[in-house]
């Protein structure tokens, strides 16, 4: 833009110089000619104004371009000083605590980024995602032209309409489902103050922990809701459940006065020179209904479920690209779901439900059906514990992200669940195992608590998955109780070939759970046990009475 300005003023100076040069001529000519003097005056004002406004208009030019250059500079600069700084307060928090573990140490938020958001920034691994873009794609095209040659239809979105058919109920309910966990604000405020004694806020407590399981679940099955439909509602159910009770067990053991409960330290963690310190006890305190109301908001919305009064923030503006490319992830893992389900799983198995279980049979169907079920886990995790969860810590300007590690490089089972899904994760530690420890005051054994988190969270999962799909058929559960608890005790060695080991049992896993609730499904379509067997029919596997 420079050179454009100087070329200009370079043309008007030369102009310049050529009507001086013919004004010089016509004066010799004609010296006393007085009208060629004063317009010899006129032109040369006119040239030097035209001079001074270009000289002008490139000096705002280069300042402002100057402070934009400053402005990102100072941006760059802070961003880089912000990730020092807070790599710094990680690293001293973690030499402060090192060589000093204590179940009963508090979580901490931390401003921390997912671990896929800083390996995208790597080309390579920016690849892989690259190639699972294409092969949907591929997918997608191939889906179109298989349904325009043999049904005349570009693309077939039914089974979409279906799964999340009747979304109008799901809207509905989950404002019930939300006005329902806001009492919990108001339930706070009446202990505090002293209105309600424990025996009668205990029970207030457990009968909203009661209606809060049973009237998504009755909402979902009275409407039939179609199975993704349902998954909201029982998804959004333990959710809600989970902050409710987060919310309760903060503001009362960390911010209604002393407690004993609040500092405990079992005397054989003393011995080992655990302080309070050590238990990192958050800043909780209880005030007026209006400012609870708004923590309470931010803390619902938030991705996290473990409650604080405040929380680590990110930049001061909301980055509407990383919106975008979180959401348009969600849409493109959800789509991808509907090809892996609408081309592999629904076609084998609406028509092999039925076949008789010969054990060739099965274990082919169940080998088939691995690397598709696999796939079904990866996009779960892109989809929901990744992409859903930064687009809302981008909407709330959550600080801390680290909602997974690296579950993909363990050897364990027992690494796995930890790295999996940390935010469920730290709510079970928290309050089932670490709480089962402090209330008894380590009389009840840690083997205790490690079995309620399992049974609880085998409960959950095989509740959500019953109301969603509409029956009962707990191989889920099954899974849970029983390789899913002997698993964790499997050496935790860090060897390479136990990684595959993992990797092989995800594989043979989720084939087996696909595989058995698919024919399960597709039974149940067709066949109806209820006349025969009355409401002990709607609990008897109707893929095994169909064979």
Sequence with gaps: MEGQNISLIQKQLSSA??????????????????????????????????????????????????????????????KVINELIEVEVNVLDEKKNSG?????????????????????????FRTVYHIFIAIMLVMCIGEIVRGYIENSVILDLSLFSWAFGKFHLVILGWLLETSWCLLVVPLVQLIHKGYLSKPVWITIYVIMQLFMFIGPCYWSLHFSLPMASGLVVTCEMARMSMTMHSYLREKLLFGNGPNEYATYIHPSMAKKGITVENLNIPTITIEDPITEFKRFFF????????????????????????IVYNLLNVFGTTFYVYLLLHTICIPYFKESWNKPWELRFILTSWFNIMLPGTMLLVLMF????????????????????????DWWNVTSFHAYYRTWNITVHEWLF???????????????????????VFVYSAVIHELIIAVSMGFF????????????????????????????????????????????????FFARQQIDLYPKYGVIGKFIPHSWVGN
Excluded at 100 to 123: A, D, G, P, Y
Excluded at 299 to 321: G, V
Aim: proline content about 2%; aromatic content about 18%.
């Design 17 to 78: 110089i050529e009507l001086l040069q013919s004004f010089q001529d016509d004066k010799n000519l004609s010296s006393k000619d007085t009208h060629c003097e004063a317009r010899l005056k006129e032109i040369r004002q006119e040239v030097m104004n035209k001079i001074n406004s270009s000289l002008v208009d490139i000096q705002k030019e280069m300042q402002e371009k100057i402070q934009q250059t400053l402005k990102e500079f100072d941006s760059e600069f802070n």
């Design 100 to 124: 000093k573990t204590c179940i009963l140490s508090q979580k901490v938020h931390r401003r921390r980024s997912s671990l896929l958001i800083k390996m995208l920034k790597n080309e390579d």
């Design 299 to 322: 803390y619902f919305f938030a991705p996290t479920l473990i409650y604080r009064d405040s929380y680590p923030r990110i930049t001061p503006h909301r980055r509407w690209w990383n």
């Design 382 to 405: 892109f989809g929901i514990l990744h992409s859903w969860q930064n687009l809302w810590a981008e909407i709330m300007r959550f600080g801390d992200r680290q909602f997974y590690t």
């Design 430 to 452: 928290q309050y089932f195992y670490q709480d089962v420890y402090r209330f008894s005051k380590g009389k009840v054994s840690q083997f205790v608590g490690f079995a309620i």
């Design 473 to 520: 058929y707990p191989i889920l559960f099954a899974m849970f109780g029983g390789p899913g608890v002997l698993y964790t005790f499997f050496s935790r060695q860090e060897k390479r070939f136990l990684n595959v080991f993992v990797w092989s049992m995800f594989l043979v896993g989720n084939g087996l759970l696909v595989m058995f609730y698919s024919w399960e």
